[in-house]
């Protein structure tokens, strides 16, 4: 483990000063090179599905893992767009003089080496392996077993475009040991690492966040709430609840809780059980839900659980500060929405939830760097610090002050 880290630790100073005109260049070749190599990687995803078959992953968890010739394609292009994002190194992010005469200059700088540790999504490797060379970061990627694989083969890909052009492939590495016990030792491992990004299930989260001596900024679990209101447009309003849940039901930004006003709930909760009876939704409610629409008892372990499966759980509330309270209680941090037409509320729920990302009429689905316009992101942070919801380039450097005297001395 630590041959390995010395070797990735080197490697930064070779990736922190890349010109931005070579990093474009690595990122479309990058791109290239996984399209030329589809049918290779689709061979080896395969290999994972089956072993996920065997190991009786859910369909959520499937669907995450698979790779087809769509999703590859989507992957080259996320790195195109992450090649042609500004450049985020060098940035003068603010500059004064001083009474001394001193000029300072606060210019943002790569973070060094990032440990991504991730689940099931091997699109995961291209993206977060992409934003860190783009930010001159070297990314040392810890994939799960599920998608092994599948990682180890896009990885290679990447690190063949890295060597063609005289680089070291430490810049882009998978952790050599897959182990729990090489997490556990990574985490420590504060002399050659510079920030750990754990992104996953709870479990991980928690574990990562207490044992870590290297500094984590959490991609922790999407617990996410929509709240319908009494003046909300009850076309907008199912429409994306719909969205929310079952678009894609096994990511962290799939609504897992959804809140009705209660003098709304007699007309549209019967109309929101048609829609989700179209796709096999399994519906859960408090006891005045129930008494409107025939569906199971929902628990309070449900209110405070992230499904990630065609699971929902729904609770009619008294006003929008219960809706508030609700959220705020059982809430992960990461993204709630609102329905209603009236800016009052509207501002009232912006101002008052606390989380990542805040919605007014709109699907959570839409937490993710690529529709935020980043290219890609390399986690959704539940932190408050240092960054905060999708983590785009320019979230993956710190800055460092550049201070340019002429021969001053301090009295």
């Known amino acids: 483990m630590e041959d390995f880290l010395k070797k990735t630790k080197e490697s930064s100073k070779i990736c922190a000063t890349l010109e931005p005109k070579l990093k474009k260049i690595l990122l479309n070749e990058m791109a290239d090179a996984l399209e030329e190599q589809k049918d290779l990687i689709i061979e080896k995803n395969k290999i994972d599905l089956k072993n996920g078959e065997e190991n009786n992953l859910n369909k959520a968890l499937m669907d995450r893992l698979l790779l087809n010739e769509d999703r590859i394609k989507a992957m080259a292009k996320s790195l195109r767009e992450i090649a042609a994002l500004k450049e985020p190194v060098g940035r003068v992010l603010e500059g004064w003089t001083v009474d001394s005469g001193l000029r300072i200059e606060k210019v943002s700088i790569p973070i060094g080496v990032i440990g991504i540790i991730y689940e099931s999504r091997p699109n995961v490797t291209a993206d977060a392996a992409a934003l860190c060379l783009k930010s001159g970061n070297v990314s040392i990627l810890k994939g799960g077993k599920e998608a092994q694989e599948s ?152 209110f405070d659980t992230e499904y990630l499966d065609n699971i929902l759980s729904i609770k009619v509330v008294e006003n929008t500060k219960e809706a508030i309270d609700h959220i705020s209680k059982y809430s992960s941090g990461h993204s709630e929405a609102i329905i209603t037409e009236n800016y009052t509320t509207a501002e009232k729920f912006l101002n008052e939830v606390d989380a990542a990302a805040v919605y007014v009429n709109a699907s959570t689905r839409f937490t993710d760097g690529g529709e935020f316009g980043f290219g890609a992101e390399v986690g959704i942070s539940t932190n408050k610090l240092h960054a905060r919801g999708p983590m785009g380039i320019n979230d993956l450097t710190t800055y460092k002050y550049k201070i340019y005297g002429k021969g001053q001395i301090r009295k």
């Open 151 to 302: 990682n180890q083969v896009i990885a290679k890909i990447l690190q063949e475009v890295l060597e063609k052009h005289n680089l070291p492939k430490e810049m882009i590495s998978l952790l050599p040991d897959s182990s729990r016990e090489a997490v556990a030792k990574l985490i420590k491992m504060d002399k050659y690492v510079d920030l750990i990004i754990p992104r996953g299930g709870e479990a991980l989260i928690k574990y990562v966040s207490e044992n870590s001596t290297v500094p984590v900024v959490k991609h922790d679990k999407g617990l996410c709430h929509t709240y319908i209101d009494k003046d909300a447009d009850f076309e907008k309003a199912i429409a994306i609840a719909i969205n929310a849940k079952v678009q894609r039901p096994g990511v962290c930004n799939a609504m897992e809780t959804l809140l009705v006003h209660e003098e709304i709930a007699a007309d549209i909760l019967p109309m929101l059980l048609y829609e989700f009876d179209q796709y096999d939704t399994l519906l859960k409610g408090c006891k005045k839900t129930r008494s409107i629409i025939d569906i199971e008892e929902a628990t309070e372990e449900d």
